[in-house]
């Protein structure tokens, strides 16, 4: 059974950083996808960033700006967040693929998420 739980959103000033963890049971890291995506009001909800066997992908509004990593034990996930935007503002979730060999970008293509963590960017 796959379980997804997030933590670590929060609010932060412009320029700031956070880190969103995904605390993860029934995936094996090196055979599913998973990822990150957030969602702004009245937004679609949106690809950041996400990694798979193939490697790790990120979009290119947050690129050089987030980082999606994983522990030793592969049973988290994380997303690090510096120099955070306004335009980050979003309710962030983590997402998972199970037998996916690269990250896929459509959130439609993702059975299992987690409950959802709100990030606020402030000026």
């Known amino acids: 059974q796959v379980q997804l739980v997030e933590s670590g959103g929060g609010s932060v000033q412009a320029g700031g950083s956070l880190r969103l963890s995904c605390t993860t049971s029934g995936v094996t890291y090196d055979r599913d996808c998973m990822g990150w995506f957030r969602q702004a009001p009245g937004k679609e909800r949106e690809g950041v960033v996400g990694?798979?066997?193939?490697?790790?992908l990120i979009a290119d509004s947050v690129k050089g700006r987030f980082t999606i990593y994983k522990d030793n034990a592969k049973t988290a996930l994380y997303l690090q967040m510096n120099n955070l935007k306004l335009e980050d503002t979003a309710i962030y979730y983590c997402?998972?693929?199970?037998?996916?060999?690269?990250?896929?970008?459509?959130?439609?293509?993702?059975?299992?998420w987690g409950q959802g963590t709100q990030v606020t960017v402030s000026s």
């Open positions: 990694i798979g066997g193939y490697g790790s």
């Open positions: 997402a998972a693929r199970l037998e996916c060999y690269r990250f896929r970008w459509d959130p439609s293509e993702y059975k299992y």
